[in-house]
């Protein structure tokens, strides 16, 4: 049973257009929610968090958004560049474990 | 180096043989984690260690998994008697404490013939 999930594999976007990623999650327990961007044949690389006491934290480009009534968290990327392309991984943390999704493939095109 | 080390980056083997993977965490780091990833999945939590000790082995599929961490640093994730469902990418992490950003290594890509 997957507690948490990312419903699309893939996702394409024109350069200088604004990504959206999103991701829902089933266990109200989780208290930390992250994103994690991985390239091919490297390690996922930690991009940015939120706890679940926001709704929403920016770090340049990047925003995500949390909406715990609705248990769903999105990621905006504005504007989006070729070197965004990547899968990007939402998970979900409490205690010590991390909850991965299956990821989403960003495709920026040019 | 500067970060989380995983050695091989490699490994083919043959049903029914012993692997042992490594990590080398980020130097200071008390907290290690391992993860694995199947095609089309995201990292699945298989142990974590703080300091020496497993403070939360849960994610380990079977007994036939055991990872170790001796003296707090290296750790080695040992498999006995592969199987072609343990093909996959072993990753590791490591931060500096329990409840801090997770720094991944490059991972293991374990396949078994």
């Known amino acids: 049973d997957q507690q948490v999930k990312q419903n699309s594999p893939s996702l394409s976007v024109q350069e200088g257009r604004i990504s959206i990623l999103n991701c829902d999650y089933t266990n109200s327990m989780f208290d930390y929610f992250l994103w994690y961007k991985k390239y091919p044949a490297e390690g996922p690389t930690f991009l940015i968090s939120?706890?679940?006491?926001?709704d929403k934290n920016e770090d340049g480009r990047f925003t995500v958004f949390l909406n715990k009534s609705a248990k769903h968290l999105s990621l905006h990327i504005v504007p989006s560049q070729p070197g965004d392309s990547a899968v990007y991984f939402c998970?979900?943390?409490?205690?010590?474990?991390?909850?991965f999704g299956k990821g989403t493939r960003l495709h920026i095109l040019p | 180096g500067a970060g989380v080390s995983q050695t091989p980056s490699n490994k083919v083997t043959e049903k029914g043989k012993y692997v042992e993977l490594r990590c080398d965490p980020i130097s200071g780091h008390t907290a290690l984690y391992w993860y694995r990833q199947s095609l089309g999945q995201g990292p699945e939590f298989l142990i974590y260690f703080q300091g020496t000790g497993a403070a939360d082995d849960s994610g380990l599929p079977n007994d036939r998994f055991f990872a170790v961490r001796p003296e707090g640093s290296v750790s080695t994730l040992k498999i006995q008697r592969t199987e072609r469902g343990d093909s996959a990418v072993y990753l590791c992490?490591?931060?500096?404490?329990?409840?801090?950003?997770?720094?991944f290594g490059a991972g293991t890509r374990l396949s078994v013939l």
């Open positions: 992490a490591s931060s500096p404490g329990g409840l801090d950003i997770q720094y």
């Open positions: 998970a979900a943390k409490r205690d010590d474990k991390i909850i």
């Open positions: 939120i706890s679940s006491i926001k």
